[in-house]
């Protein structure tokens, strides 16, 4: 159990340690993920940036994930039979509020550069991996020099889905009860657009 974000983001920075003396670059995915992945980098001085991706829900059951997208990349979990129209018209929809949310969250700065880095991707937590396994694919079409996910608790499915996806996989409470992130928090505060914004700027 973790007081808040950022206490859990004190406890990651032991494993991560490591990377402070390699050419790295944090990179977080909004919005619980943000203020940790923040603390992050402030301390153990890596460049920080976002990286966007959003689940794609069932036709019948939004919350149901069965796939991923970001602007670049797509997966599907094909045990679910879904009209390919409805699959091409929800990544067109995704596609567009993930540009504008990369418009609000940066401005007009530009992204950190990413190629031959090692790249961090931090979140709050994570229950499927199905969204996170999206964000793998995505960072590894810019060539990295490695490829890290940290996070204070994932599923254990979630890690058995992603952990060979990736060069190292930190999940520092891994639960064979896990039911949602937000059990393993005491103070799991939603993260406003506002805060993003600041701790990006």
Request: proline share 5%; glycine share 4%.
């Amino acid at each position: 159990m973790f007081i808040d974000r950022i206490e859990a983001a004190q406890q990651l920075l032991t494993p991560l340690e490591k990377y402070r003396r390699l050419d790295s670059v944090i990179l977080s995915i909004p919005r619980g993920g943000v203020p940790i992945g923040h603390y992050i980098a402030e301390v153990l001085e890596i460049p920080l940036d976002i990286v966007l991706t959003k689940k794609i829900g069932h036709p019948l059951h939004k919350e149901l994930a069965i796939g991923a997208v970001s602007l670049h990349s797509r997966i599907i979990d094909k045990q679910y039979t879904v009209p390919e129209n409805y699959i091409e018209d929800e990544t067109a929809r995704i596609r567009k509020d993930l540009q504008r949310k990369y418009e609000i969250y940066r401005g007009k700065r530009e992204g950190v550069a990413l190629t031959h880095k090692h790249l961090i991707l931090v979140d709050d937590g994570i229950a499927t991996g199905i969204t996170m396994l999206a964000t793998i694919q995505l960072v590894l079409k810019s060539n990295p020099a490695g490829v890290v996910v940290a996070v204070p608790v994932s599923s254990v499915s979630a890690k058995e889905l992603l952990a060979p996806e990736v060069d190292e996989y930190i999940s520092l409470l891994t639960p064979s009860n896990f039911e949602a992130v937000s059990q393993y928090y005491e103070n799991y505060a939603q993260v406003s657009d506002e805060e993003v914004i600041n701790l990006l700027h």
